[in-house]
């Protein structure tokens, strides 16, 4: 059983609709037209009425108290208060939904009709992420943003006066035409603002969105040539740790800072591995086999201990068309071996050796201790004899670090 039991379940909610596709998205998200939302809906809603059927057939254990809910995308706050109180009412009518859950929707600034703000707050909703990305002008017209600072700061007070002060903020550093200056103001805004909690990203240049694209050809559009580089792009993240952390939002995991008891608890599932269920457009989820006998699923071997990693399409037409999950796979002990170190090194309070000993057996750990050691050495991890963390360096080269925990075999030394 993932790590944290699984007495709970996480609830996400992909919302996959944008007013405007931002340069640097590399998510399963579009503009689509408004008369889609419906359809996509009701879609969701018969998603979620045959999640407890679906994890009969698969022979997964499906908790019924939901304690978190995460309405992610794409820009959510788009669907208009009648989709938003449906679909929050089927949540209520087939999981039982904590009073205490932490209920999360992410929102564009400047997309927040006061209707949808009424009925999100009237739906439950306590935790607002506002994909602000920089304080700048310049920069978010750039990206594609629709928004400026004070429109920012516009939502920052009306979400307050709706009763939703927990609040986090997205900034990227390295977006096109960013400077040292411009961050610094950037930052400044986000202390001053007073949030909770805050989200930093480094700019990824990938294939996936069309300015990773654009980079990778050395083109020019989008303003690809006014990205930062990859030093420039460290140096920023590296002083957005120290004025966050300044300003009494520390650092819990490498791209999340928070003031105490703000963490996002929904994106601490994820981390320590505890049973969530996606539904929706590129949705995924974890949840651990049921049963006390063995099967096979087509050459995998689900038993238990096993855990099922299931995932949706990410095209919005087979989604509409009904289309079965797109992608499953059952994760040995072997495999959520590899996960509990790649994932539980991305938070800052670390690896607790013993716990992975109590979970996997020492046979198992001992080879990812080698790695421990050697990495150690170069400083890009920390053993205290305890627990196992990555160092600042170590943060910076964090997916190189994860690389080194793949693969493992128990009882073959690493070198």
Not at 202 to 212: A, F, H, I, W, Y
Not at 348 to 358: C, M, P, T
Not at 384 to 395: C, I, K, M, Q, S
Request: charged share 20%.
């Amino acid at each position: 059983m993932p790590a944290g039991g699984g007495n709970t379940l996480g609830l996400y909610l992909s919302i996959p609709f944008c007013r405007s596709k931002c340069t640097y998205c590399n998510f399963a998200s579009g503009v689509y037209p408004a008369a889609e939302h419906t359809r996509y809906v009701k879609q969701l809603i018969e998603a979620l009425s045959g999640a407890q059927a679906w994890a009969a057939r698969m022979r997964v254990e499906l908790p019924r108290l939901v304690d978190t809910v995460y309405l992610g995308g794409g820009t959510p706050s788009l669907l208009e208060p009648e989709l938003l109180r449906q679909l929050f009412g089927s949540i209520r009518a087939e999981f039982d939904l904590d009073p205490g859950a932490e209920i999360t929707v992410e929102c564009a600034p400047g997309q927040l009709p006061d209707a949808t703000l009424e009925a999100l707050a009237a739906c439950g909703v306590n935790r607002v992420s506002l994909g602000v990305q920089s304080f700048i002008d310049s920069e978010a017209r750039a990206s594609g943003r629709l928004h400026s600072r004070s429109t920012v700061e516009g939502d920052f007070q009306r979400l307050r006066a709706a009763g939703i002060a927990n609040l986090n903020v997205d900034l990227i550093a390295g977006l096109a035409g960013q400077t040292f200056t411009s961050w610094e103001e950037s930052l400044t805004a986000l202390v001053d603002a007073g949030v909770p909690h805050a989200s930093i990203y480094m700019l990824e240049v990938d294939e996936d969105s069309r300015l990773g694209r654009e980079v990778l050809a050395g083109g020019s559009r989008y303003y690809a040539g006014l990205v930062p580089g990859d030093d420039a792009i460290t140096r920023m993240y590296t002083r957005a740790v120290e004025r966050l952390e300044g300003a009494g939002l520390r650092p819990y995991e490498i791209s999340n800072f928070s003031r105490p008891g703000f963490e996002s608890r929904h994106n601490l599932r994820y981390w320590l591995r505890r049973p969530y269920l996606g539904v929706g457009l590129d949705a995924s989820s974890m949840l651990a086999f049921h049963g006390a006998d063995s099967s096979f699923y087509g050459t995998e071997r689900a038993g238990p201990g096993a855990v099922l990693r299931a995932a949706t399409t990410s095209d919005l037409k087979a989604y509409l068309g009904g289309a079965e999950l797109a992608e499953t796979e059952w994760l040995s002990p072997e495999r959520q071996h590899e996960e509990a170190w790649f994932l539980g090194l991305r938070l800052n309070v670390g690896v607790r050796v013993a716990a992975l000993e109590q979970e996997f057996g020492s046979a198992m750990v001992a080879p990812a201790m080698n790695v421990t050691a050697r990495l150690a050495e170069d400083g890009l991890l920390a053993f205290d004899g305890e627990t196992v963390r990555l160092t600042a360096r170590g943060r910076l080269l964090s997916n190189e670090v994860f690389q080194e925990f793949l693969g493992l075999e128990p009882g073959v030394q690493s070198t």
